[in-house]
């Protein structure tokens, strides 16, 4: 409470003495004044000075979750990208008591206050926080940089908003922030704001994956879809049918469960949650390469097959193995492109139809619902392709959640059913359409054609969609890269800020700072303007204007 009173006089006293810029909508851009901060925050006020960060800023620490290691370790991660040009950073706090140096910072600390000491991490998790940066001076009672949030996780968004607000100056060779004094107030619009990646189509090996990760939390990205298998490729350990990853292209081409631990560990030392998929019963042939009884027949090898009790004892066995790994409350069972056919022309499975009197679009329904059912006996909330709720909406467990990619208002029909819904349009959301550009990604809204206000709180957030067909290692994050973040701003940002005025001076001229920040990370994203995504640049230039 005595720290929000602080909040509240430091925020005056920034109003009151400075002629500062304040602004819930877009950012005014000027060429000579960085920093441009993407996704855009709620809420901010700037001023005209220019700070000088110390290379030995320190952390200090309050509240009851302040002294979490998630919040050290994030520190640690950001000042060694804020500080990658101070080779002796470690020394130079050393240094300047040693000989007596005058050099004096205006920023010397990084106060992080966290009031709530639970590191769970779960949909919904408050992510908001207030990030101050001023020197002090007789107007200003606080001379450092602080982050309040309630939360690990909301501190980990001001610290990705702090580090966007560093940028080193070659000049003076130290770190600097413009347009200080800095008070920002921010909270996501969307609490499920997703990336899906494909691991059956390509193998992505552990060290990419992480990068992907790594690069989801600069842009406030919370929800790593893994789509672990597919028809193609079943890569996963499961041990209880260790069978199953004989499916995978190779040997060398594989997960174990102490990789899928891993990887989720390292997620959430960034704020992302991981959700896994299984796609059935169709994009299941792999799974029959370990288990053949789990196919129709040597020539009808999906769907899988739903006659045999085996099929659901498998379904129950993976995703009993993958409940000691995922802890995140939705696991997503697919139910997309399901062609039954194949079904009605093998004998065993049309005598089972006939027996129950199905049409095989009943037994897709069968199989939907049971796997649904085995997924809520584990304490998971199941996710299904749009196709489910096409096909029988009204028999889906009310706890669904839809996810949308093929019709344009399916989370329109969903959330006026009482579903759950995840927006993934593919016209402008699935990142291999190569030749969807930035601005189409950026304008496409979620809530469009959603008016009541309780329907669009159904619609939990969206998801831009990296399937793997004709993207590996070598080519994947200039595939996911810029185009996410544009999409990435729609989900965080306010509905007002990013809508409108003119796109190309509100948001091109951060995307391009945002695309190049990437760059200076180690992340490979692709030239803004390509109408080609993912292709390098036509000809030489900067890359704040490629």
């Known amino acids: ?131 101050m940066v001023s020197k002090k001076n007789e107007q200003s009672i606080v001379g450092a940089a602080t982050i309040e949030a309630n939360t690990v996780y909301g501190a980990l968004r001001g610290l990705e908003t702090f580090s966007q607000l560093c940028a080193f100056d070659y000049l003076t060779k130290t770190v600097q922030i413009y347009k200080a004094p800095w008070f920002i107030q921010d909270k996501p619009r969307f609490k499920y704001r997703g990336l899906l990646i494909d691991t059956s189509r390509h193998y992505l090996p552990i060290d990419v994956i992480k990068q992907i990760i790594e690069s989801m939390s600069f842009a406030k990205l919370n929800v790593l879809h893994w789509h672990i298998v597919d028809e193609e490729s079943f890569p996963f350990e499961t041990p209880t049918y260790p069978n199953l990853w004989k499916g995978a292209y190779s040997k060398w081409e594989r997960y174990t469960v102490e990789d899928a631990s891993e990887i989720v560990r390292f997620a959430k030392m960034r704020g992302i949650n991981v959700m896994a998929e299984l796609d059935v019963p169709g994009h299941a042939e792999s799974w029959g390469t370990g288990y053949p009884d789990l196919w129709p027949s040597p020539t009808c090898r999906e769907p899988l097959d739903v006659t045999k009790n085996f099929t659901f004892d498998v379904i129950s066995g993976i995703l009993s193995d993958m409940r000691k790994i995922f802890p995140f409350e939705f696991f997503h069972l697919g139910g997309d492109e399901v062609n039954t056919d194949c079904w009605k022309n093998t004998t065993h499975i049309k005598e089972w139809l006939q027996g129950r009197n199905f049409t095989s679009k009943d037994a897709y329904k069968y199989f939907v619902l049971r796997a649904q059912q085995i997924a809520i006996s584990k304490n998971w909330t199941p996710v299904n392709w749009e196709e489910t709720f096409s096909s029988f909406g009204k028999d889906l467990d009310p706890r669904t959640v839809v996810q949308n990619w093929l019709v344009s208002d399916i989370c329109q029909k969903a959330v006026a059913k009482g579903f759950r819904c995840i927006f993934s349009n593919q016209g402008y959301w699935y990142l291999d359409h190569l030749d969807v550009p930035w601005d189409q990604v950026y304008n ?53 800020a990013v809508s409108k005025g003119n796109i190309t001076l509100t948001a091109l001229p951060r995307l391009h700072y945002f695309r190049c920040l990437l760059n200076n990370r180690g992340v490979p994203a692709a030239p803004v303007g390509n109408w080609y995504a993912r292709r390098p640049p036509s000809g030489p230039g900067s890359c704040y204007a490629q």
């Open 1 to 131: 409470m005595a720290f929000n009173l602080l909040l509240l006089l430091y925020s005056l006293l920034i109003l009151l003495s400075l002629s500062s810029t304040s602004s819930s909508s877009p950012l005014t851009i000027h060429q000579d004044s960085p920093p441009y901060l993407w996704p855009l925050p709620a809420e901010f006020t700037s001023g005209k000075e220019t700070l000088s960060v110390d290379p030995a800023l320190s952390l200090t620490v309050a509240g009851n979750g302040g002294g979490s290691p998630i919040v050290r370790a994030a520190f640690d991660r950001y000042t060694g990208m804020i500080f990658k040009h101070a080779y002796n950073r470690a020394s130079s706090l050393l240094s300047r008591i040693r000989f007596l140096s005058t050099v004096e910072y205006d920023i010397t600390s990084l106060n992080i206050i966290v009031h709530s000491d639970s590191e769970e991490l779960q949909l919904g998790v408050e992510e908001s926080y207030s990030l």
């Open 444 to 496: 496409t809204e979620p809530l469009n054609g959603i008016h009541d206000p309780s329907q669009q709180k159904l619609v939990i957030g969206g998801e831009v969609c990296m399937w793997g067909e004709t993207a590996d290692t070598s080519v994947v994050l200039q595939t996911i890269w810029p185009r996410a973040a544009a999409a990435a701003e729609r989900m965080w940002s306010t509905r007002e």
